[in-house]
């Protein structure tokens, strides 16, 4: 039986339907997925047809790089056993139809070496280990500068927040602008950017994807400070020179996270360090996808959807 995915077949045209599956080659799994999330930064611009080019761009494609599930066909070689829960950031497994990211299907194949064996304790929460990994390669891999204020809290900005306060000395400042979402803070503050008069951040990690941010976030930096841009941007970025020259200032760009970072991610939360627990608020089952991606991209309550594929059928 060829399984569902979810396919974006053209911006804001989205199906869950039935998909050709790859044949599994030496050193593939078959994982049967359970849940998947929603990205509301990378999938909302693919929904749109707002995405730059990447390569494997393109329309049908099926989405995603946030899920967990079972592997039902295992590979001797990683030691990965049928049973074994595991997170599967994306798959290229549907033949014709593109997959960036692919991970949005009641079943992948794909390579044993790019999942990750996960606790069965941590569920559905598992689906934000790429998000957290993110968030760790932007304040917390080597090279990178911790934050002393992030820009934005819904899940990246919140995992930002976190792992600075799991691996520093210092609780972080973040700016929200929603004051629905100013509540959920673990061990730090979260103000409106209007009532901070604080000025000379050493260093400020930015997830809110405004591309108008830059001249702001330059006005609050210390002399020789650094802005880490760990958002996803839409259109081009910006700023005046004058302000960012007389700083001497700094600006970095965290991009996708690497392999060791999820496995520091993973040890974190393994160790007790770092929660991923209350960032989750809404869940579909995944054969009403549709209606579930515009609740992610629209609700200013959801901070992150999850689709249920246990019941897709």
């Known amino acids: 039986m060829n399984p569902l995915a979810v396919v ?3 911006p804001e045209r989205l199906d869950v339907r039935p998909v050709s599956l790859a044949s599994p080659l030496d050193g593939d799994v078959i994982v049967d997925v359970e849940w998947s999330g929603i990205s509301t930064g990378t999938e909302r611009l693919l929904y749109t047809g707002a995405m730059p080019q990447f390569p494997g761009m393109g329309y049908p494609l099926v989405p995603g790089y946030e899920c967990v599930g079972r592997v039902t066909k295992g ?3 990683s030691g990965l056993k049928e049973g074994d829960r595991v997170f599967v950031p994306g798959a290229r497994c549907f033949g014709d139809i593109k997959g ?11 390579p044993a070496a790019r999942v990750v064996r996960v606790a069965d304790g941590l569920g559905e929460e598992a689906t934000l280990l790429a998000l957290a990994a993110t968030a760790y390669h932007a304040v917390a891999a ?10 934005g809290h819904g899940v990246l900005g919140r995992l930002l927040a976190r792992i600075t306060v799991a691996v520093g000395e210092k609780a972080p400042v973040v700016w929200e602008t929603s004051e629905r979402r100013r509540s959920g803070a673990q061990g730090y503050q979260v103000i409106d950017p209007a009532d901070d008069t604080s000025r000379g951040y050493a260093s400020i990690c930015d997830a809110s994807g405004a591309a108008d941010i830059l001249d702001t976030l330059i006005g609050k ?8 841009l760990a958002g996803f941007y839409e259109a081009r970025l910006g700023f005046d020179f004058p302000p960012a020259f007389m700083r001497e200032a ?6 996708e996270w690497k392999e060791q970072d999820l496995h520091d991610t993973v040890r974190l939360i393994g160790d007790g360090k770092l ?6 608020t809404h869940h579909s089952c995944a054969l009403e996808a549709p209606s579930a991606y515009r609740t992610a991209f629209n609700d200013p309550d959801c901070l992150k959807m999850i689709l249920d594929w246990r019941s897709a059928k």
């Open 142 to 151: 080597p090279g990178a500068q911790l934050p002393e204020l992030i820009v």
């Open 250 to 255: 700094r600006i970095r760009i965290a991009a």
């Open 275 to 280: 929660s991923l627990a209350g960032l989750i």
């Open 75 to 77: 590979d001797a070689s």
């Open 100 to 110: 960036l990211f692919g991970g949005s299907a009641s079943r992948v194949v794909t």
């Open 221 to 228: 930096l210390s002399p020789g400070g650094e802005i880490t």
């Open 8 to 10: 974006l077949e053209a």
